[in-house]
């Protein structure tokens, strides 16, 4: 569910150490599953464990999880790092905005996590998104876009060799192709 690298086990080892006994970590999102989704590493004595839960023992320390976090923390990973400028701990949470899906969902959901954990991270940057409107019966995605991809000189570029080709090569039996059916319009919010 979270991997912890060695490196930041060792550091909460060390940080333990100076607790009180009994004291395990707490990983923990707030607000999951919405786009304000934040997440977080903090001390868990041991009277602010509660009943539900999940226990993940590691070297020398137990990472708790609240029930509410479970399934918002899968894949997470937890690095510590150590350059020039000093040393951070890293939370990597790709689930923590939007649930993962199964892999048997509906088709509908699958495409729209996709476009929702790895597409709009990447619009986000130009001031973009884009939403699923449908999947036709021949196996389009059809997509409307906002934002910042209003109007973009490469909005072809983006549909066809980026989400196209992305999610042909995931759901290739299932997606045929993606289409836009936004009425681009030029104008002040368009990333050029």
């Known amino acids: 569910m979270i991997s912890i690298s060695e490196s930041a086990q060792a550091h909460f080892v060390k ?7 009994g004291t395990h970590i707490r990983v923990f999102v707030v607000n999951p599953g919405t786009a304000k989704a934040e997440c977080g590493v903090s001390y868990c004595p041991p ?3 509660e009943p539900d839960d999940l226990e993940l023992p590691f ?5 708790m999880v609240d029930s509410d976090s479970k399934s ?14 000093g040393s951070q701990l890293t939370l990597k949470a790709p689930n ?12 509908f959901e699958r495409v729209n996590y996709f476009l929702q954990a790895e597409v709009n991270p990447q619009l986000a940057g130009h001031g973009g998104e884009c939403t699923l409107v449908e999947i036709t019966d021949d ?5 409307q876009f906002g934002g910042g991809c209003n109007g973009c000189a490469q909005i072809d570029v983006t549909v066809k060799d980026g ?3 992305q999610l042909v090569e995931l759901m290739g039996d299932e997606i045929k192709g993606v289409k836009d059916a936004t009425e681009h319009q030029r104008g002040d919010h368009s990333y050029y």
């Open 163 to 165: 989400i196209e080709r």
């Open 96 to 107: 923590a905005k939007l649930r993962k899906v199964a892999d048997d969902a509906p088709l």
């Open 15 to 21: 940080l333990l150490s100076q607790q009180a006994e």
């Open 59 to 63: 070297n020398g320390f137990s990472a």
């Open 47 to 49: 009277d602010a464990v």
């Open 139 to 143: 196996g389009y995605a059809v997509l």
């Open 72 to 85: 918002f923390l899968e894949e997470a990973e937890i690095d510590f790092v150590t350059d020039q400028m």
